[in-house]
């Protein structure tokens, strides 16, 4: 088991940058992939970037690359994502995401090969 708890989301404006933690307990952090989902109000839950268990392998979804980074820190059980030029569709409530083990090559996920989901952070960009 493995609890998840985001920070950071806010209310910015367009072009800002904002950087979401997710603290995780439980079992060994190191041990899980960890990734970051979003959904918008009306819309279907999106995937967004995730990492292997060491750091070495990340991936981020075409709508966010080059401005979205992941990240994490194995030593304080955490997980990051940057987020920098921020547009108004990226508008949602974020979720940290974790499952244990490992996947070989990250690509896009779909939210179902997750086992353990945050509470969520709203993210809000105004134009």
């Known amino acids: 088991q493995v609890q998840l708890v985001e920070s950071g989301g806010g209310l910015v404006q367009a072009g800002a940058s904002l950087r979401l933690s997710c603290a995780a307990s439980g079992r060994a952090f190191a041990d899980y992939e960890m990734g970051w989902f979003r959904q918008a109000p009306g819309k279907e839950r999106e995937f967004v970037a995730a990492?292997?268990?060491?750091?070495?392998?990340?991936h981020c979804t075409d709508s966010v690359k080059g401005r979205f980074t992941i990240s994490r820190d194995n030593a304080k059980n955490t997980v990051y994502l940057q987020m920098n030029s921020l547009k108004v569709e990226d508008t949602a409530v974020y979720y940290c995401v974790a499952r244990a083990g490992y996947y070989g090559l990250i690509y896009d996920r779909t939210w179902h090969e997750y086992d353990y989901w945050g509470q969520g952070t709203q993210v809000t960009v105004s134009s």
């Open positions: 990492i292997s268990r060491s750091g070495g392998s990340t």
